[in-house]
């Protein structure tokens, strides 16, 4: 077990309702909704991908980082730990515009093992025995989901729900 980040698309009546009532916030992420096309569930790659697409640990200014930026947790999970953070439809839009300019050949330059180990990027210490080449199949494995949400979410207006697991 470890942490896991989930995204969860989001209309803002689906955010409104789940801000005033968050106790029904695992219902709507895990049993409401399109599961194959709404979810993007990036494993133990979540911090990875993001230290790749900002260069940066956690807070960044960067449209980029709704992944790992902080935010207000809302809710709780059943063993009162967790919730979600609210990514907005205007957050939701930015980050597809800028992912957008960013192919997979450019982001796969970005993976510097070195440097993730230095900023303590979470489950780096794993990519040691691994290829470049397998580290990023890996650190991908949730990137076309991600492309794919995030620009369905930008043409409807919509933002999403980030779940740590």
Known sequence: MGMVIVLRRASSSDIERLIADPDDWETFVYEEGDQQNDIVDFDKAWHALHFMLTGAA?????PLGIIANDGETIGTDENGF??????????MKMFDEALRRIDDAELASHYDHAAMLEHDIYIADAFAGLTREEALEYIFQSLPALRDLTASCAKAGDGA????T
């Open 161 to 164: 729900l980030r779940i740590l």
């Open 58 to 62: 956690y807070n960044t200014d960067s």
């Open 82 to 91: 967790g919730g979600f953070t609210v990514v907005s439809p205007a957050q």
